[in-house]
């Protein structure tokens, strides 16, 4: 008998049987495998009734409800590659407090997690940690690990080997630029042959490094 998740319904909008499930796992055998599949969970039994008796496109793609994505990068093992790591970053407010961290993409095991630091933002952060991510894979003569990012800007600085922030220095950031400046100099004084690829939040769900503070 499938285990019910703790105050959770799970609406199948496309899959092999499309409804309302009370556990995960039974959510899962409507899903996996299964062509752009799409579902969410919800707290309540009316909010997932309301939710299935509407369109998928109101509660995914338009985002209205203040739930996120399921994501289990096991039912896209196809499509994402499973020597991966994956770097995110969390800002409260522009500037505000941010933080970043890596996980292994599959098991979502920590890797590294910085911070919190203060009049941060969260572009500076997401590039800080595909930076780290970087540096810690060269150091183990890693070559083969892809990183993945959900962060375009953050790809653009590394790749463009500049940063373009709008962030002032502040006597609350100065380890930040301290970081920043370290950074930089990795990245115009090393090469690396490692892959940096744009993680599918549309498709996917939220990167397997999210805080889950959104």
């Not at 953050?154 to 940063?163: F, L, P, Q």
Request: proline share 3%; with cysteine; charged share 30%.
């Amino acid at each position: 008998m499938s285990k019910k998740s703790k105050g959770k319904y799970y609406v199948v909008w496309v899959g092999q049987n499309p409804g309302i499930y009370n556990s995960w796992s039974d959510c899962q055998l409507q899903i996996k495998g299964f062509p752009n599949a799409k579902y969410k969970s919800f707290k309540s039994k009316k909010e997932a009734e309301d939710a299935f008796n509407g369109s998928a496109v109101d509660y995914i793609v338009k985002k209205k409800s203040s739930e996120k994505i399921t994501t289990d990068p096991k039912l896209f093992e196809n499509e994402i590659i499973k020597d991966s790591i994956s770097v995110d970053a969390a800002c409260s407010g522009n500037p505000g407090k941010m933080e970043y961290r890596c996980v292994e993409t599959f098991n979502k095991n920590e890797i590294f997690r910085m911070g919190p630091f203060y009049d941060g933002t969260n572009n500076v952060g997401e590039y800080l940690a595909l930076v780290h991510a970087l540096a810690m894979l060269k150091k183990n003569g890693d070559s083969k690990t892809i990183i993945y990012s959900d962060s375009r800007t953050a790809m653009s600085w590394v790749r463009n080997k500049k940063v373009k922030t709008t962030l002032k220095p502040s006597k609350l950031n100065k380890e930040i630029f301290v970081l920043l400046e370290r950074a930089k100099d990795w990245i115009n004084n090393n090469t690396f042959e490692t892959k940096i690829i744009k993680w599918d939040t549309k498709k996917w769900g939220e990167i397997p490094a999210d805080f889950g503070r959104k």
